[in-house]
């Protein structure tokens, strides 16, 4: 019988089931129970989250609706960060280390920091008492998380891993198909797992997955892997083979498609994982002896075939007819599901969210029961067994890794010191390149000492640049590095996805530089704004923006990113006039170069990585700037004498003449991708925009704001900026031919 996913409990995988599977099924070892107290029996576990990054925002969606659960406190290393969550969540504790956990009674912490600190923490947390539910991979090496096991053995406390994936939806059918007996014997299972990575499109390589060739499979594998072996069970051999390679930095080496030909306890499989690719696919299929099924993971289908009694073209008949209706089904199902929840008539069910809700619920059932952990460190263990026997490969292969370069001793500050505050982004690390092939004594402050640029550490190494590892939040290290400077380029500007993130990084963030650029008697302080500053719609009245300090009138009609960027040029404009801030506020266009993703917002709303909806038709020329040029106008401007340009903004736009169809266009024709541009009016997507607005605002779905057609307008960027400042008082050249300015900015992607 097919089912319809809305009619399936998602919610119970019963990984460990004691019933026997039939002959020739999965069949799932057992684990002990999890540490039962008086506090889990009464229901009221008090709950922490041990870091305050992407992922907790859905440990704590779930645990909000998860009944016998209290969550008390959050922690994290940047203990402003912590404070933040604990504001925005309504939690009432926040610290700074785990150690300040111990006196809040905590039953158990979600830990969410990064994976290479995943034992340390979840070791000092056990040691405390405390029971931990770890995101994947549980660890680096399976010999540290059977040790992590026996230690959560010893103490008697429950240690689960969250393999969030196991209650994917999809795969959650297609395991009851399989345990049901409809495809007999498993055999074989095929996994395919395409996935782009953003991190890879912005040339942003700082993330720990690219700092040693292996650990990509430890970031994403566990998805497919953890699935894999609640199928086949535990790895016996394992050949990879490494189809594609790239060198990010000298030294730093990323295989980008892998091929792994593995043998289970229970069966064989074909592995394929590729890693920033452009088309997202994400299935897995088994293979039994009497039939097959398959799971769509990333669209959340399940489909499958069995044999039948018939003559052979009714039996293909059938085959055709049951998979077609089976995702017909699905897919509708899955519209169905989301309008429930957009328009607040159901739980939300994205298939993500349901794996997430489905695995934490079912750690905190086990805690509530005599049931065991849905997921331990014996089964985490296995399944980091399969990382290390595809991994192996490119650990025999390595070269060097990424570690963190051991650079000499900065030294004090020279005569004319330029020091340059987000030195390794996509601007900043050209503009240290130029400054430093000019001669100039640079400074730059960086996070982290691991997968830099090798023009920075090249030239930390015979003393042009200094490195100075810090935070700009960190007010002792931001004076260390401002102390003796005479020029200070402020990209490091923030950002965030709410005001009070936008007020902490980007306003009072930059606040706190000019102050410290205040005391080190700095003699230029350059800020690095944008053109979303400024509006720039069709109905703006004039026919060009020249340079001016004036910003949108209507800031209340902007999205916070813009706003962010006014009231920080407002709050470092009051800086000069009241305290002599020598401010000189510089605002690039539409930035392309390399280093940029394709999908730049600029160009429109891309949808999908292939599909652009334009501001507007995308017929005029849009303000672009090559990001070199950006950097060469920063270097000019630290190299500028006099305090004739303090107080005032310099737009940067060159005139090529190229409009958002176009580039599109020139995209897709040096990419060889399948990229389209649709143009719309600017009308037609306000009307769209309040339409969804109209059933958010149904569904009762909070903080819905209406949308603001002001934003809308401005985003076209229907007017040409003039940039008279930078060309006149600078003599900055931006390259303006249009098939140089596309060989710089755009066929770079067919190299590339």
């Known amino acids: 019988m097919d089912m319809d996913l809305s009619e399936t409990e998602t919610m119970r995988p019963a990984l460990r089931s004691a019933t026997p599977a039939l002959d020739g099924g999965p069949r799932l070892q057992e684990a002990a129970p999890a540490k039962i107290t008086a506090a889990t029996r009464q229901g009221n576990l008090r709950v922490a989250l041990v870091g305050a990054g992407y992922v907790a925002q859905f440990h704590r969606d779930v645990l909000a ?21 604990a504001r925005q969540w309504g939690i009432p504790n926040a610290v700074g280390a785990v150690e300040e956990l111990r006196d809040l009674a905590i039953d158990v912490a979600h830990v969410l920091v990064p994976p290479d600190l995943h034992v340390k923490v979840a070791r000092a947390l056990l040691e405390m008492g405390i029971g931990v539910l770890i995101e994947k991979p549980m660890a680096l090496a399976s010999a540290d998380a059977r040790e992590l096991q026996a230690l959560a053995g010893r103490l008697n406390l429950p240690l689960g891993v969250n393999h969030n994936n196991v209650w994917h939806p999809a795969f959650v059918r297609l395991l009851d198909h399989v345990r049901a007996g409809r495809i007999g014997k498993v055999e074989h299972v095929r996994v395919c797992l395409s996935v782009p990575l953003a991190q890879l499109e912005a040339g942003d390589f700082s993330h720990w997955m690219f700092r040693s060739p292996e650990n990509i499979v430890f970031e994403q594998a566990p998805h497919p ?5 609640c199928l086949i069970g535990a790895v016996r051999e394992a050949k990879t083979t490494i189809l594609g390679t790239r060198e990010l930095h000298p030294g730093q080496i990323f295989h980008d498609r892998w091929l792994v030909a593995a043998r289970g306890e ?5 592995i394929y994982l590729a890693f920033g690719q452009g088309f997202h696919r994400w299935t897995l299929e088994v293979l039994g002896s009497d039939g097959s099924a398959e799971a769509d993971l990333g669209h959340n289908l399940f489909s499958y075939e069995e044999k039948t009694p018939w003559l052979e073209f009714w039996n293909s008949f059938l085959a055709g007819w049951r998979r077609s209706r089976a995702l017909s089904r699905g897919a509708a199902a899955g519209v169905a599901r989301y309008a429930r929840f957009t328009l607040g008539m159901g739980p939300r ?21 005599t049931k065991p952990l849905p997921v331990d460190g014996a089964e985490a263990a296995e399944v980091l067994d399969w990382c290390e026997a595809i991994a192996a490969e490119a650990v025999r292969g390595r070269r060097a890794v990424s570690a963190p370069v051991h650079l000499p001793e900065p030294g004090p500050a020279r005569p004319d010191e330029v020091v340059v505050l987000g030195g390794t982004g996509f601007i900043g690390r050209r503009v240290v390149a130029k400054l430093v092939e000019r001669g100039l004594p640079v400074t730059a402050v960086v996070r982290r000492a691991h997968s830099l640029p090798a023009v920075l550490t090249a030239a930390a190494r015979d003393g042009r640049l200094r490195l100075l590892p810090g935070r700009l939040e960190d007010g002792e290290a931001l004076a260390a590095a401002l102390k003796g400077a005479k020029t200070v380029l402020h990209l490091a500007t923030g950002g965030g996805d709410s005001w009070e993130k936008i007020e902490r990084s980007m306003i009072q963030g930059s606040v706190d530089v000019a102050e410290a650029a205040l005391a080190a008697g700095v003699e230029r302080f350059v800020y690095v704004s944008s053109i979303a500053a400024l509006y720039a719609g069709p109905d703006r009245g004039t026919s060009v923006i020249d340079d001016s300090l004036e910003t949108d009138p209507r800031p209340e009609g902007r999205e916070i990113y813009s706003r962010g960027k006014m009231e920080a040029e407002r709050r470092l404009l009051e800086l000069h006039r009241r305290r002599g801030l020598p401010l000189v506020i510089v605002r690039p266009g539409v930035v392309l170069g390399e280093g940029t993703p394709l999908q730049h ?11 652009c909806v334009g501001w507007g038709m995308g017929d005029h020329p849009l303000p672009v700037v090559d990001v070199d040029d950006v950097a060469e106008a920063l270097v000019l401007l630290a190299l500028h004498p006099g305090h004739g340009l303090d107080g005032q903004a310099l737009n940067l736009a060159s005139r090529a003449p190229l409009s958002a169809r176009e580039i599109v266009r020139e995209m897709r024709w040096a990419t060889g991708r399948d990229l389209h541009f649709h143009p719309r009016p600017l009308w037609l997507s306000q009307t769209m925009e309040i339409g969804k607005w109209i059933v958010k605002k149904a569904g009762r779905r909070p903080g819905v704001t209406f949308p603001s057609y002001r934003d809308l307008k401005t985003r076209s960027l229907a007017v040409p900026f003039s940039s008279r400042l930078a060309r006149e008082t600078l003599g900055w050249r931006p390259v303006e031919d249009r098939e140089e300015f596309l060989d710089r900015t755009v066929r770079i992607y067919e190299r590339t």
């Open 225 to 229: 892997l953890s699935q894999l072996h």
């Open 65 to 85: 609706e998860t009944p016998g659960v209290n969550l008390v406190a959050v922690c994290d290393a940047d203990a402003d960060r912590a404070r933040a969550a």
């Open 266 to 270: 229970k069966g064989t499989a074909e």
């Open 349 to 369: 069910m994205d298939s993500y969210f349901a794996g997430m809700r489905g695995s934490v619920r079912a750690f905190y059932d086990a805690l509530r029961t």
């Open 601 to 611: 917002s600029g160009l429109g709303l891309w949808v999908r990585d292939n599909h």
